[in-house]
């Protein structure tokens, strides 16, 4: 590691293979994934039918270049707004770059529209990446400090406070889109209220904004739809995605339809590895394998019983002030910094992780079996106790 650039705290474990929802380290001990790669490995590690898929790929084409056609982004891109309702699609290699795509749409919509200095509304404790335009609509200030200048035409508000919003554009004319995850993952598993969603919906229709949803964390089935914004019946203009798409190969997109589609032209945006057949082909494997097994409804019931696992076991401590989520999307928010739990779970085979210093967020993989859920719970809520029962230090 002494040539790794320092940007990671790194657990002192490394893995060399998995199968399903399993780890082995290079001691040969098992881990349950409880995080799948940060909501990305929605098929657990080594899904045999999506390796076959990749090794046939592979020995055919991998890269070719955006300057010609491309079969399996068109058929990913149809797929994918067979699934959303969108109607096209440009596809990136990252959440964040996913994210840079819709922001530079808001920019040359505005300038389309007469605003050439489009600002975005975006929220407290949002996270939509760390390339320089993606922090500076990030909400963590930790994540933000030392980058400075940042690229301007953001407005921060309060997440799930419709008010906010409407001051926000009351204060600055130049208002042109909203933008929001409806299901915070780094913001600490807060579930964004249907009826303000809603709201903001008929908000950015009575103004002529775009409402963009970042579904790079909640998209891909992990909340039990497709995509989160899926549970509050509205329809966004513009939507990313990235983490499961690719089940590890890296991908990632913006779509856009109505008012938002149609904005980019050829020349306007562009990418050398973006929607490549590689990770084009990982996406229509993923998504396939995702519907041929019932994936979707097994992330809904293996997260309600992984929520209700935790509010038995764990009822009557003090400490732990709420357990939340949406299907395999999970926090469970305590009242005190507890990334020490990592390492302990760590310890008892369990991967998992802290967000916001004290919500434990699990995001295990979507096939994740009903043992294996009863197992997340067995393994973290006797660590739970104990770390809330401890004195303080
Ligand atoms: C992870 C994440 C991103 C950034 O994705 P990268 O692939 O790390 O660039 C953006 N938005 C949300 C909601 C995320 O969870």
Redesign the pocket.
């Given at each position: 590691m002494a040539h790794l650039m320092n940007t990671y705290a790194r657990l002192p474990v490394a893995f060399t293979h998995g199968r399903g929802a399993w780890l082995i380290d290079e001691a040969g001990n098992e881990y349950l994934d409880a995080l799948a790669g940060?909501?990305v490995n929605g098929l657990g590690h080594a899904h045999p039918r999506l390796t076959a898929a990749l090794a046939e790929q592979v020995g055919r084409l991998i890269h070719t270049s955006n300057i010609y056609q491309v079969r399996e982004q068109e058929r990913l891109a149809d797929r994918l707004c067979e699934l959303s309702g969108m109607t096209e699609v440009f596809f990136g290699n990252?959440?964040?770059?996913?994210?840079e795509g819709a922001l530079k749409l808001v920019r040359l919509y505005g300038h389309q529209h007469g605003n050439p200095e489009a600002q975005t509304v975006v929220m407290e404790r949002?996270?939509?990446?760390?390339?320089l335009a993606?922090l500076a609509a990030t909400g963590s200030e930790k994540a933000r400090k030392g980058f400075d200048p940042l690229p301007s035409g953001f407005i921060r508000v309060p997440y799930n406070d419709l008010q906010a919003v409407e001051a926000a554009a009351a204060h600055d004319g130049r208002v042109q889109a909203v933008w929001l995850?409806v299901l915070?993952?780094?913001g600490g598993i807060q579930v964004a209220d249907r009826d303000y969603v809603r709201a903001l919906r008929r908000l950015c229709d009575e103004r002529g904004w775009l409402l963009m949803i970042?579904?790079?964390?909640?998209g891909i089935a992990r909340t039990g739809r497709w995509f989160g914004y899926q549970w509050t019946d509205i329809e966004p203009d513009v939507i990313?995605l990235?983490?499961g798409l690719g089940s590890g190969v890296?991908i990632?997109c913006v779509l856009a339809r109505g008012r938002a589609a149609g904005v980019f032209g050829p020349g306007s945006h562009g990418t050398t590895f973006g929607g490549g057949p590689l990770a084009c082909r990982a996406g229509l494997e993923t998504l396939r394998i995702i519907e041929e097994e019932g994936l979707m409804a097994n992330a809904a019931a293996r997260g309600a019983q992984i929520r209700a696992g935790f509010s038995a076991a764990l009822a009557g401590v003090a400490g732990v002030k709420a357990i939340r989520g949406q299907g395999l999307m999970i926090g469970i928010e305590l009242d005190r910094p507890c990334g020490e739990l990592v390492r302990q779970a760590l310890a008892a085979r369990l991967l998992i992780n802290v967000t916001q210093d004290s919500v434990i967020r699990l995001l295990p993989p979507l096939v994740l079996g009903e043992r294996e859920a009863d197992a997340i719970v067995a393994r973290l809520a006797p660590l739970v106790r104990a770390f809330c029962n401890a004195p303080a230090a």
């Open positions: 940060i909501a990252s959440g964040s770059e996913a994210n949002a996270w939509h990446g760390r390339t993606t995850e915070q993952g780094e970042d579904e790079v964390q909640s990313t990235a983490k890296p990632g």
